[in-house]
């Protein structure tokens, strides 16, 4: 069984920075892309930011410039980092895993987290 745990969520200040972690555990073999995708009340879930294997980075116009991302293959991790938050930012935050395998010819499978809540004041 493979699951996602996200921390780092909170109330933060517009203009603050904000650090998002997610760890994968399991039995897992080989993960392709983790990244991160938010969801604002009303709206629909989209991406902020993924990362592959080979540290290839994706990313939303609205985050750009203003995001670092890294990721841990050996420990199945990654982390977001958001500088200067602004309220619209506002949203849980969801942890993907995409392309895991839990060995080297099993079928490819995704995995989310359960979210974790981001509210920036202003």
């Known amino acids: 069984q493979v699951q996602l745990v996200e921390s780092g969520g909170g109330l933060v200040q517009a203009g603050a920075p904000l650090r998002l972690s997610c760890a994968a555990s399991?039995?897992?073999?080989?993960?392709?892309?983790m990244g991160w995708y938010p969801q604002a009340p009303g709206k629909q879930r989209e991406l902020v930011a993924i990362i592959n294997r080979g540290g290839g980075m994706n990313s939303a116009d609205f985050v750009k410039g203003r995001f670092t991302m890294s990721r841990d293959n050996a420990k199945n991790s990654v982390e977001l980092e958001i500088n200067t938050l602004k309220p619209e930012d506002t949203a849980v935050y969801y942890c993907n895993a995409a392309g895991v395998r839990l060995h080297l010819f099993a079928r490819a499978s995704e995995y989310w987290g359960q979210g974790t809540q981001v509210t920036v004041s202003s």
């Open positions: 399991g039995s897992i073999f080989s993960i392709e892309v």
